[in-house]
């Protein structure tokens, strides 16, 4: 058990590209505990591995009332539609910007068990998945933005939740969720972003 500091945005180590987990051992548990401890700590809803300074494909992701995950070695094989979201990044606070997202993404994976999963999701966690994978990837929310100007500095102060719909927390903290690790259809809309 262990928080770790996260990498500002500005870390080499963020545009690295992580290596492929070969074996789930004690290593990657330890990892992956520490992660959530980074997690919970900052309140996120997602962490990948480059965050804490390790290179490797392993992201958490921990959306409010849900149980927090492992995801290894993640791909995004498939995305669905297309909306402007507000986004944010624990390795950027008190900064959020509007990026162009999947409205749903299937994700594969393996789980902290080794085990292959295959995650639907849509809105938020399609939302957090994508994030973290482009993280494992070398990927900033930033690099999506389509001009400087549509990231802004947030009024509030960092750990402040409420009073404002457009919170520093849409993404990291985030109070919809549209779908979790579901084998839901994924038709139903419940758009909570413009
Ligand atoms: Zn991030």
Redo the contacts with the bound molecule.
């Keep these: 058990m262990a928080v770790k500091t996260i990498r500002y945005?500005t870390d080499p180590v963020?545009r690295r590209k992580t290596k492929r987990v070969l074996k789930i051992d004690k290593t990657i548990h330890q990892l992956v505990d520490d992660m959530l401890d980074t997690l919970e700590k900052c309140d996120?809803a997602?962490?990948?591995a480059p965050?804490i300074g390790i290179s490797l494909k392993v992201a958490v992701l921990w959306l409010p009332d849900e149980q927090p995950f492992a995801i290894i070695n993640p791909e995004v094989v498939k995305r669905i539609g297309q909306r402007e979201v507000e986004?944010?990044?624990?390795?950027?606070p008190g900064y959020q910007g509007k990026v162009k997202r999947a409205v749903s993404v299937t994700v594969k994976c393996l789980d902290i068990d080794g085990r292959p999963l295959r995650i639907r999701a849509k809105e938020l966690l399609a939302q957090a998945l994508e994030?973290?994978i482009?993280?494992l990837n070398g990927i900033?929310?930033t690099d999506l933005l389509e001009s400087p100007d549509k990231l802004y500095k947030l009024e509030q102060k960092p750990g402040e939740k409420t009073g404002g719909q457009s919170s520093q927390n849409e993404?990291v903290i985030g109070d919809s969720v549209g779908a979790a690790v579901s084998k839901e259809p994924l038709s139903k809309g419940n758009d909570n972003d413009a």
């Design positions: 945005i963020l996120g997602g962490l990948a965050q986004e944010g990044c624990l390795s950027l994030h973290e482009d993280h900033v929310f993404l």
